[in-house]
């Protein structure tokens, strides 16, 4: 409800410790120079189907746990769920995080 308060159309999720886990609906990737990156399952991330299937035709995505910080430094970010498969994130805008 707060991101649609925000005018946006998904919220991120972060675990207990701040790590990026995914978005409401949707597993999330991000490219920085050249590599691709997603939360590790360990943060609480769901095991998306479509997730599964990006990591099988691209194995070389790194997983880890990663602060909101890497999504700012990323050349693209890309959100995967059943529904829309793989939709490219327009913008990101923290609603007064402190990371």
């Given at each position: 409800?707060?991101?649609?308060?925000?005018?946006?159309?998904?919220?991120?999720?972060l675990d207990g410790k701040g790590h990026i886990a995914e978005a409401s609906?949707?597993?999330?990737?991000?490219?920085?120079?050249g590599v691709w990156h997603t939360p590790s399952l360990s943060t609480g991330a769901l095991e998306g189907s479509v997730r599964a299937a990006?990591?099988?035709?691209?194995?070389?995505?790194?997983?880890?746990?990663?602060?909101?910080?890497?999504?700012?430094?990323?050349?693209?970010?890309?959100?995967?769920?059943?529904?829309?498969?793989?939709q490219p994130v327009m913008g990101i805008a923290p609603l007064g995080w402190e990371y």
């Open positions: 409800m707060e991101a649609e308060e925000n005018g946006c159309n998904e919220a991120l999720l609906a949707a597993n999330i990737f991000w490219l920085r120079e990006v990591l099988r035709l691209m194995p070389e995505v790194q997983e880890g746990l990663y602060g909101i910080g890497a999504l700012e430094e990323a050349d693209a970010v890309l959100l995967t769920n059943a529904a829309r498969l793989a």
